[in-house]
């Protein structure tokens, strides 16, 4: 086995990854892929909160140079975007592929002959965007890919809302876990993304994918190999709790993870209508959480501006 192959490969050659593929469509007979755990049918059609169905909608793939260094490297990320989402952000810039359902049903086929084409353009790997309430078509296409040649790694480019079953099925199918810590308290998850439990959750969601796959390891050229990056967006007044973000990555993650600090917050969608949303974060704002970040000697990451 080449180790230099990601972890997908390896399961397959040993009948591992078929079964994970049936075992996480069995997680759909009553839904419980997400912490949400609607339990709905939804290989009868029946759709929970995400509104997601039984086929896996997408609503564009590209070739991408604008994610973090060694995720773009100099190919470009082989970006996927899935319809729906499991979370409500009010201020989602995505808004119309994850909250008005913009995109449309594809083949499990289909989507497996994307990724073909995004590993065919080159692409150092595949960037998975929200990709949690479709994890069974994800890995069954991965499956047919294998078979035709696919051979970079997988990012699991998500919220950080993550079901720790969910995520032990994808064990060894994921290589780079790429989740966002959005809140250090659970009170303004409940308040803009309706998810009373986001910090809890996604402590122990964050913890699980460190414990698969350790601190972002990189090839010689910089390009992200296997490991755990996390992204953390600063709101207006602190209402991220960037503190007890960073906080816990350093106390309960590692020292070494790399944390993509993101300084874009505009006000999309309905947080043009939330008083306390209405602008972009300050100069200052952007300032103090770096200085944090020092002082913690959270050191390894990228910072935007
Ligand atoms: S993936 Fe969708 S249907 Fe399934 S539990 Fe989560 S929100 Fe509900």
Same mark, same amino acid.
């Given at each position: 086995m080449n180790k230099e192959y990601p972890g997908y490969v390896e399961l397959h050659e040993k009948g591992e990854l078929v079964k994970k593929v049936d075992s996480l469509y069995e997680?759909?007979?009553?839904?419980?892929?997400?912490?949400?755990?609607?339990?709905?049918a939804r290989l009868k059609g029946e759709v929970g909160y995400c509104r997601a169905g039984a086929e896996v909608e997408i609503s564009s793939f590209h070739h991408h140079m604008g994610e973090e260094p060694p995720i773009?490297?100099?190919?470009?990320s082989g970006t996927i975007f899935f319809t729906h989402c499991s979370l409500r952000c009010v201020?989602?810039?995505n808004f119309p592929i994850? @909250?008005?359902?913009?995109g449309n049903k594809v083949s499990i086929s289909r989507l497996a002959e994307i990724m073909l084409i995004l590993q065919k353009k080159g692409c150092h790997n595949i960037n998975l965007v929200t990709p949690t309430h479709f994890a069974p078509h994800v890995v069954a296409a991965v499956h047919i890919a294998v078979r035709q040649g696919l051979r970079i790694p997988l990012v699991y480019?998500?919220?950080?809302?993550?079901?720790i079953l969910t995520l032990q099925l994808l064990k060894g199918v994921i290589d780079i876990y790429m989740p966002d810590i959005?809140?250090?308290?659970n009170a303004q998850a409940k308040k803009?993304?309706?998810?009373?439990?986001y910090f809890d959750v996604a402590k122990k969601s964050v913890q699980e994918m460190h414990r698969q796959v350790g601190d972002l390891k990189l090839s010689?050229?910089?390009?992200? @190999?296997?490991g755990l990056l996390i992204r953390h967006l600063i709101l207006p007044h602190d209402l991220a709790t960037s503190e007890k973000v960073l906080y816990f990555i350093k106390?309960?993650?590692?020292?070494a993870t790399y944390i993509s600090i993101m300084s874009q917050y505009f006000p999309a969608y309905k947080a043009v209508d939330v008083e306390e949303l209405q602008r972009k974060i300050t100069n200052n704002e952007y300032r103090k959480i770096l200085r944090l970040t020092q002082e913690l000697h959270l050191e390894k990451g990228w910072r935007q501006s």
């Open positions: 997680m759909m007979q009553s839904c419980h892929l997400c912490p949400r755990r609607c339990g709905v773009s490297g100099w190919s470009g201020f989602c810039q994850s @909250q008005l359902g913009h480019n998500c919220g950080g809302y993550e079901e959005k809140y250090g308290e803009y993304s309706n998810a009373p439990d010689p050229d910089n390009i992200a @190999q296997r106390n309960e993650i590692s020292p």
